[in-house]
Every structure is written in C-alpha cells, then in structure tokens.
C-alpha cells in the first residue's frame, strides 16, 4: 500500500521563524510531490511542486525533495500568523499529469504573534 | 471562469436517504477527480474522469456509491442509502493535460444524521 506519512503536529512557531514541514512516502516510483495548504473548513489549495531532487523556492516556501531518502519537506521562512493552517503532503505515483494523489493526514501549523 | 464549483457546499441528511453532489469543472479541463476528506485525515482518492471516461475507481468505493461525467463536462456523485461513515467533506478537483497542477473545489460538506 502506498503511503505518504507526515507528523501530524501541532507545530508551534513564532511569527518570522522558520516552519519546518516534513513528509515521507513509501513508493520509490512516486514521481511528483505536492504541497497544500489547508484552512479549517476549507479546500486545500496548492503551494509548491516539486518533481526533481533538490530545492525548489517560491518566495517565502522552499521545497525539498530527496528521492534516495524518499523525504519531503516545506520550509516557510519569516512565519505569519496568516500560515497558521494544515499543510498537507500528496504524492503523485503514476507522473504525468494525472493527479490521482495520495495525501498525508496533514500537519497543523500554529504561528504565534 | 472562476474555477472549480461544486454543489451543494452542506447537505444534512438522515441516513438511509440518497444524496448527490454536483461538480463543474474549470472549463477547458478534460480531468476531473473526486476525493473524500475525513476529519483529521487527508483527502482520499475516490474516482477520476478523462473526459466522459470514468479510468479509475477506488476500493474505498463502494457500491452504494456512483459518479457519472455524462458529456465530460460537469460530473455528479451519488450516494445511496447513505450511512453515517459517509459523513465527510466531498472534494472535486479538475486538470487538463497541461496542467502541472489539479484545482480544488471548496467541496461539499456531508452530514448523515
């Protein structure tokens, strides 16, 4: 079965730290990786892709994949209070531009002001 | 077009009864994905759609549940004799092949009381 793993916190940090999400997924053929991030009650909503090993930044996130670790992360620099939501890994198995994905259960992020 | 519709956004229910969400896809995407999200988990994969085309189902469902694309435009999702492990967020996703990324609907919340 396939798998995607995330602690599912809480993660505290103060407002303009560094948030550190992180993510493990257990098929080694999984070829794309998501991040969304979710509001309570509402739909998640992309963040970041990232398809190659390495960093990818996109303004304040930086994502990074390690296919040999088959590790995940999100860093959010200088923190807000507006980031305070669940960020969700998915995986993406069959590549392509199928997006039948496999998500974690989530992280609950909590920026303190 | 403003993106992904879905309908209707709540839907109480007894259990027993039959309900059925609508999804209207962003206009030019011929893929379209149903997810299912419980409380503190994240969204399941359920079926997905090139255009009329159902090409995937899950085992998680069952077949008390169905959906349909009849013209590869907006799809429905239908429950039977709805049971209270169904109550969930219903989500509706869409992607065309150029995509490098599916578009989230705000789903529809199921209540079976």
């Known amino acids: 079965q396939k798998e995607v793993e995330q602690n599912s916190g809480p993660l505290s940090v103060p407002e303009g730290a560094i948030a550190s999400l992180n993510c493990t997924y257990s098929d080694r053929g999984s070829q794309s990786f998501f991040w969304y991030r979710q509001y309570s009650g509402k739909s998640p909503e992309l963040i970041m892709f990232i398809y190659s090993n390495g960093d990818k930044e996109d303004g304040r996130f930086t994502a990074q994949l390690n296919k040999a670790s088959q590790y995940v992360s999100l860093l959010i620099r200088d923190s807000q209070p507006s980031d305070s939501a669940t960020y969700l890994c998915a995986v993406n198995h069959g590549g392509g531009s199928n997006y039948k994905l496999t998500f974690g259960k989530g992280t609950l992020l909590t920026v303190n002001p | 077009d403003t993106g992904v519709s879905q309908d209707p956004r709540h839907k109480i229910t007894k259990r027993g009864q039959n309900v059925t969400f609508r999804c209207d896809p962003i206009?030019?995407?011929?893929?379209l994905y149903w997810y299912r999200q419980t409380l503190g988990q994240g969204p399941e994969f359920l079926t997905y759609f090139q255009n009329e085309a159902q090409l995937e189902k899950s085992r998680l469902l069952s077949d008390r549940f169905s959906a349909e694309r009849p013209k590869g435009s907006f799809s429905t999702l239908e429950i039977q004799r709805t049971e209270q492990g169904d109550s969930a967020m219903y989500l509706c996703?869409?992607?065309?092949?150029?995509?490098?990324?599916?578009?989230f609907g705000q789903g529809t919340r199921l209540t079976v009381v």
């Open positions: 996703a869409s992607s065309s092949y150029m995509n490098t990324e599916a578009f």
């Open positions: 206009s030019e995407h011929n893929r």
